[in-house]
């Protein structure tokens, strides 16, 4: 599906379909009379749009036209910075802000007039635009893709994650479609779907993993996420485990967010971890990585409204850490963990297998070892924990004594709260007999 059969169609701004033309995100492109704002390239913009939408199944709400971005030319301008517009955004409409603005770019299009050469190195020409639009990705760390047009002439840049200031040219066409989150939602076997009927009003498709499940899928065999890494990536042990977290934690945020969207806009919702035959690799990976951004971003204004902004080591990632490993690696990583639930797998399970699949890495290259089950469940019920305690372990490792006496506490608890419930009804039930004997 390349971008081709450049006619200039739309050179008189009336014969712009209507869909485009009233859509309230590219007025940008006309001024008050109805004429364009700029008559030689605007028309190859909207042409570009036009392939996007009905070629490539990209939403006109995951546009945004004109967009203002500060950059610099280069060093031989001394250092000056300058403002440019980028002509055309795609944004991955999985993602919103706090206020519901898409803000995590995919595509950057640059569109440039049809008489000017490729490869011209004329004021304004092609490279004058390639450098702008290499400049508007390296500003824009999420955008995978890069298109520069004239519409006589197209090249696809896709960025190089190792090099993200370098433009890899990949023909006049995208790889696949853009893969919209609403079709998502209809393709994807792990949806969150809306539903009254259950408790929390929601049905996720997803299954709570059991010690021997959770371990087959990190484990170290051969279609083990621990083996794909290994072998995909070529990480040693230590290095493994440190990704397994990065996608865990990535993956238990995408379940909490995609639940919190799908109640918020009060649509079935696809999660980021899920494949199906339509997934673009190049996006997934993308989004995987910035899930895991979001994660870590959740994760420090949580814990900033307890402690403040001295975080320091209470955080599990710091800014510099990423997850970013080949497409087809992150692909093979998804589809392990895509039917099982993290957030509905008990803390005993995730904390007992973590301690089973690592005690031999830690023991055998960190010297560390692991308390047994039995002796924390012996120290817990020597403890006896209430909730009014504060408990502290100075050696915690992967903190499963603190889950056994959070899951300890919860425990009783609830079983106060069973039995309170039980005699506030037999006290009401007593009151009751007593009115209808003196009535």
Same mark, same amino acid.
């Given at each position: $599906?390349?971008?081709?059969? =450049?006619?200039?169609?739309?050179?008189?701004?009336?014969?712009?379909?209507?869909?485009?033309?009233?859509? $309230?995100?590219?007025?940008?492109?006309?001024?008050?009379?109805?004429?364009?704002?700029?008559?030689?390239?605007?028309?190859?913009?909207?042409?570009?749009?036009?392939? /996007?939408?009905?070629?490539?199944?990209?939403?006109?709400?995951? %546009?945004?036209?004109?967009?203002?971005?500060?950059?610099?030319?280069?060093?031989?301008?001394?250092?000056?910075?300058?403002?440019?517009?980028?002509?055309?955004?795609?944004?991955?409409?999985?993602?919103?802000?706090?206020?519901?603005?898409?803000?995590?770019?995919?595509?950057?299009?640059?569109? %440039?007039?049809?008489?000017?050469?490729?490869?011209?190195?004329?004021?304004?020409?092609?490279?004058?635009?390639?450098?702008?639009?290499?400049?508007? $990705?390296?500003?824009?760390?999420?955008?995978?893709?890069?298109?520069?047009?004239?519409?006589?002439?197209?090249?696809?840049?896709?960025?190089?994650?190792?090099?993200?200031?370098?433009?890899?040219?990949?023909?006049?066409?995208?790889?696949?479609?853009?893969?919209?989150?609403?079709?998502?939602?209809?393709?994807?076997?792990?949806? &969150?779907?809306?539903?009254?009927?259950?408790?929390?009003?929601?049905?996720?498709?997803?299954?709570?993993?059991?010690?021997?499940?959770?371990?087959?899928? /990190?484990?170290?065999?051969?279609?083990?996420?621990?083996?794909?890494?290994?072998?995909?990536?070529?990480?040693?042990?230590?290095?493994?485990?440190?990704?397994?977290?990065?996608?865990?934690?990535?993956?238990?945020?995408?379940?909490?967010?995609?639940?919190?969207?799908?109640?918020?806009?009060?649509?079935?919702?696809?999660?980021? =971890?899920?494949?199906?035959?339509?997934?673009?690799?190049?996006?997934?990976?993308?989004?995987?990585?910035?899930?895991?951004?979001?994660?870590?971003?959740?994760?420090?204004?949580?814990?900033?409204?307890? =402690?403040?902004?001295?975080?320091?080591?209470?955080?599990? =990632?710091?800014? *510099?850490?990423?997850?970013?490993?080949?497409?087809?690696?992150?692909?093979?990583?998804?589809?392990?963990?895509?039917?099982?639930?993290?957030?509905?797998?008990?803390?005993?399970?995730?904390?007992?297998?973590?301690?089973?699949?690592?005690?031999?890495?830690?023991?055998?290259?960190?010297?560390?070892?692991?308390?047994?089950?039995?002796?924390?469940?012996?120290?817990?019920?020597? /403890?006896?924990?209430?909730?009014?305690?504060? &408990?502290?372990?100075?050696?915690?490792?992967?903190?499963?004594?603190?889950?056994?006496?959070?899951?300890?506490?919860?425990?009783?608890?609830? *079983?106060?709260?069973?039995?309170?419930?039980?005699?506030?009804?037999?006290?009401?039930?007593?009151?009751?007999?007593?009115?209808?004997?003196?009535?």
């Amino acid at each position: $599906m390349p971008f081709s059969n =450049f006619t200039n169609p739309y050179k008189n701004p009336v014969d712009i379909p209507e869909i485009y033309r009233q859509h $309230m995100n590219f007025q940008k492109l006309f001024k008050s009379d109805g004429s364009y704002v700029r008559p030689a390239e605007d028309p190859v913009t909207i042409w570009a749009i036009q392939i /996007l939408v009905e070629e490539y199944s990209v939403p006109l709400e995951a %546009m945004e036209l004109e967009l203002y971005a500060d950059f610099a030319e280069g060093t031989y301008q001394g250092g000056r910075r300058y403002q440019g517009r980028a002509d055309v955004v795609v944004y991955d409409d999985r993602y919103a802000n706090a206020v519901g603005n898409l803000d995590v770019a995919f595509i950057m299009l640059e569109a %440039m007039e049809p008489n000017k050469k490729l490869d011209g190195k004329d004021p304004e020409g092609w490279v004058d635009h390639l450098n702008r639009l290499n400049a508007y $990705m390296s500003a824009s760390p999420s955008a995978r893709y890069a298109i520069l047009t004239s519409g006589k002439h197209t090249i696809v840049y896709r960025r190089d994650l190792d090099y993200p200031r370098k433009l890899e040219p990949i023909g006049d066409a995208l790889p696949s479609k853009y893969e919209s989150s609403r079709e998502a939602a209809k393709h994807s076997r792990y949806t &969150v779907v809306l539903n009254p009927n259950e408790p929390d009003g929601i049905q996720t498709g997803l299954i709570p993993l059991s010690r021997d499940r959770f371990r087959e899928v /990190l484990g170290d065999t051969r279609s083990g996420c621990h083996s794909i890494l290994r072998d995909n990536e070529g990480l040693q042990p230590q290095e493994a485990v440190d990704a397994m977290v990065k996608f865990l934690f990535a993956k238990w945020y995408d379940e909490q967010a995609t639940v919190d969207l799908a109640k918020q806009t009060g649509e079935s919702r696809a999660y980021v =971890f899920s494949i199906n035959p339509e997934t673009d690799p190049e996006r997934l990976l993308v989004q995987v990585r910035d899930t895991f951004e979001k994660a870590k971003q959740w994760e420090r204004d949580t814990l900033a409204k307890k =402690f403040g902004d001295d975080l320091g080591v209470r955080l599990a =990632f710091n800014e *510099a850490d990423v997850l970013q490993f080949k497409p087809h690696t992150t692909m093979q990583i998804v589809e392990r963990l895509q039917s099982w639930s993290l957030r509905k797998s008990s803390a005993d399970v995730k904390g007992g297998v973590f301690e089973d699949f690592l005690s031999k890495t830690f023991r055998d290259d960190l010297g560390q070892y692991f308390t047994p089950t039995p002796v924390i469940n012996l120290m817990v019920g020597i /403890l006896q924990p209430t909730v009014n305690d504060y &408990v502290g372990d100075p050696a915690c490792g992967s903190a499963r004594m603190l889950t056994h006496i959070l899951d300890y506490v919860r425990k009783q608890e609830y *079983a106060k709260a069973i039995a309170g419930n039980i005699t506030n009804h037999s006290t009401q039930a007593n009151i009751h007999l007593r009115v209808c004997e003196k009535q």
